[in-house]
């Protein structure tokens, strides 16, 4: 990541990848999509009750301050003028969910993941006004099922629950919106705007544009995945926003991927264009250059995200996978579609085996461990850790390993941690071929965890089909930047696949015969249906769970406490 001597370079391109482990800032050479530095700062994840997950929004916001500040400074340091940033992109997670106070600057409640779990009772109250109570009756205008997984059923949960967030919105001082809105609010001022001076960072909040003018938007690729956007007319909708009793003034405008938005409004940056908005997926799909019908890419991160682009027209899927937005790289572009398959748990489960079991210090040393055995030796792990998404969408199951005997130990546990990522790959990779009809002959990748070249060769053996990794593994970024870089009023980036630098590649071949990859991903498929039915209603309020709540155990308990009451008194007149 050397600068040139002298600093002489041209136009660079900034990107804010803002996914739901961590926070960066990556900056490009807008000519030869090199990396030329970044920064990350991890992000904390709140567990206040079983199936909740939340995120601080002010945490968010100071690590995108810091990621960009300390990006900065490493440029300096590289000899690099900042001052040929020319534009920045937005990458994002996408579904989670914010509500915050427009007069304050004020997040109301802390983000809701798109993890999170805690609105299954409002899903099934949801269903119930639903005409047979079908999950897929809204997917011919949003291309999703009703499912915890999406914005609209978080917003739906906040209304209800938060007293806030309800005063807010009956005193029209709230806004909604997913990370990237909440981002480009606070950090963003209308172009048209003289830009001031720039302070300390102890007070971002009222520093950034925000409350002063800040932009209330999002893009097209989120807010497909909000169930509240008819990704036909690309629009919000009148009767979805009526049926989950969500109130249209609150919702952020819809605008392209590829467009100036405003400008930073302080830090180092101040002045430069915001352009470029994608979901952390789409973002994937357009770094990976997968411009043309069938074109697909794999992206391995907090969990695991399988795009196929299908053009213009969106297909539905009649295999449980997702109809999304791909992209829109201009006011006056095409709109993209894309067929997605959407696995909760990846990267997450090596950060489980990490925090929650302690049997390794790091992604690293669960590589080793695996490593060292090169088998489960008969162990399957099922992380349903929230549940099942594609192609299933079931909410009631619950993470499991079966298969252990008293030979297994953390070796083999993190062998089937590793080998769960390439199954539940390998089913929303058969669902998109039965959907698509042409199956895939290798399979993109991207991503952090494809860094674990023991998680590719694995992935590659179990789909029985070359897995590509490119070189330069930051997808997600690059495809922020591409947006920011290409967009009308910038203009320093081309996406003409015919202008852009060879991309180089590590290749895995598949090393098994396909006999043993079925016979493994069949004990898989058995074991993910012990994982089913597990939960049948949302975690109690409480957080936790008592023996009296089972009617017959807490009969069963007192009459065994009354027999010995009476049995001690009857000794005791005995005596």
Same mark, same amino acid.
């Given at each position: 990541?050397?600068?040139?001597?002298?600093?002489?370079?041209?136009?660079?391109?900034?990107?804010?990848?803002?996914?739901?482990?961590?926070?960066?800032?990556?900056?490009?050479?807008?000519?030869?999509?090199?990396? $030329?530095?970044?920064?990350?700062?991890?992000?904390?994840?709140?567990?206040?009750?079983?199936?909740?997950?939340?995120?601080?929004?002010?945490?968010?916001?100071?690590?995108?301050?810091?990621?960009?500040?300390?990006?900065?400074?490493?440029?300096?340091?590289?000899?690099?003028?900042?001052?040929?940033?020319?534009?920045?992109?937005?990458?994002?997670?996408?579904?989670?969910?914010?509500?915050?106070?427009?007069?304050?600057?004020?997040?109301?409640?802390?983000?809701?993941?798109?993890?999170?779990l805690r609105t299954q009772s409002t899903v099934e109250r949801l269903l119930k006004k639903i005409p047979g109570q079908n999950k897929s009756f809204f997917k011919t205008k949003t291309g999703l099922p009703l499912s915890t997984y999406f914005s609209a059923v978080k917003l739906c949960w906040l209304l209800d629950n938060v007293k806030e967030v309800r005063e807010a919105v009956q005193e029209q001082r709230a806004l909604f919106g997913t990370i990237d809105s909440w981002l480009i609010w606070l950090n963003t001022v209308p172009s048209a705007v003289p830009m001031g001076t720039t302070t300390s960072s102890d007070t971002i909040l009222s520093l950034t544009g925000g409350k002063n003018g800040g932009i209330h938007c999002t893009d097209v690729t989120n807010a497909s995945r909000t169930m509240l956007f008819n990704i036909h007319s690309l629009e919000w909708d009148t009767e979805l926003c009526k049926f989950f009793g969500v109130?249209?003034?609150?919702?952020?405008?819809?605008?392209?991927?590829?467009?100036?938005?405003?400008?930073?409004?302080?830090?180092?940056?101040?002045?430069?264009?915001?352009?470029?908005? $994608?979901?952390?997926?789409?973002?994937?799909?357009?770094?990976?250059?997968?411009?043309k019908d069938g074109q697909a890419k794999n992206t391995y991160g907090t969990g695991c995200f399988l795009l196929c682009n299908t053009g213009q027209k969106p297909a539905l899927s009649e295999h449980g996978l997702l109809t999304t937005v791909a992209y829109k790289l201009g006011r006056d572009k095409p709109v993209y579609?894309?067929?997605?398959?959407?696995?909760?748990?990846?990267?997450?489960?090596?950060?489980?085996?990490?925090?929650?079991?302690?049997?390794?210090?790091?992604?690293?040393?669960?590589?080793?461990?695996?490593?060292?055995?090169?088998?489960?030796?008969?162990?399957y792990f099922v992380p349903a850790f929230s549940g099942l998404y594609a192609p299933y969408w079931e909410p009631s199951a619950r993470g499991i390993i079966c298969g252990l005997t008293q030979f297994t130990n953390k070796n083999h546990i993190a062998f089937a941690a590793l080998e769960a990522v390439c199954f539940q790959t390998?089913?929303?990779?058969?669902?998109?071929?039965?959907?698509?009809?042409?199956?895939?002959?290798?399979?993109?990748?991207?991503?952090?965890?494809?860094?674990?070249?023991?998680?590719?060769?694995?992935?590659?053996?179990?789909?029985?089909?070359p897995v590509v990794k490119p070189s330069m593994p930051e997808t997600t970024a690059l495809g922020a930047a591409m947006a920011a870089g290409a967009a009308e009023g910038i203009g320093v980036w081309s996406l003409n696949p015919d202008d852009s630098t060879a991309v180089t590649c590590e290749r895995f071949e598949p090393q098994i015969n396909p006999e043993e990859s079925e016979y493994r991903y069949t004990r898989w498929k058995k074991a993910v249906q012990k994982s089913m039915d597990w939960e049948t209603t949302e975690p109690q309020v409480d957080g936790e769970t008592s023996i009296f709540c089972s009617l017959p155990l807490g009969f069963f308990i007192m009459s065994s406490l009354l027999m010995l009451i009476g049995a001690k008194y009857i000794s005791g007149n005995c005596k």
């Open positions: 990541m050397a600068a040139p001597q002298g600093g002489v370079m041209g136009p660079l391109v900034g990107a804010i990848d803002q996914g739901t482990s961590s926070t960066r800032f990556l900056v490009f050479n807008a000519s030869t999509a090199e990396l $030329l530095s970044h920064h990350q700062v991890e992000i904390q994840q709140k567990f206040p009750k079983e199936g909740w997950v939340e995120q601080d929004p002010k945490e968010i916001l100071r690590s995108v301050y810091e990621c960009v500040e300390r990006t900065c400074e490493k440029l300096k340091q590289l000899n690099v003028d900042i001052a040929n940033i020319k534009a920045v992109g937005v990458s994002n997670q996408r579904e989670t969910t914010v509500v915050w106070d427009k007069l304050t600057g004020e997040p109301l409640y802390n983000a809701i993941v798109w993890l999170d109130p249209m003034e609150i919702l952020p405008k819809v605008r392209s991927s590829s467009e100036i938005y405003g400008l930073m409004s302080s830090g180092a940056l101040s002045g430069v264009p915001i352009s470029g908005c $994608l979901g952390d997926q789409s973002a994937a799909l357009v770094g990976q250059m997968c411009f579609y894309a067929l997605e398959g959407s696995v909760a748990i990846a990267g997450a489960v090596v950060r489980w085996l990490r925090d929650n079991l302690g049997i390794a210090k790091s992604s690293n040393e669960v590589e080793k461990l695996a490593a060292e055995v090169g088998t489960s030796y008969g162990c390998r089913e929303i990779l058969d669902a998109m071929n039965k959907d698509c009809g042409i199956p895939l002959s290798q399979l993109q990748v991207d991503g952090g965890m494809t860094n674990n070249k023991i998680l590719m060769q694995l992935q590659a053996d179990i789909l029985c089909i």
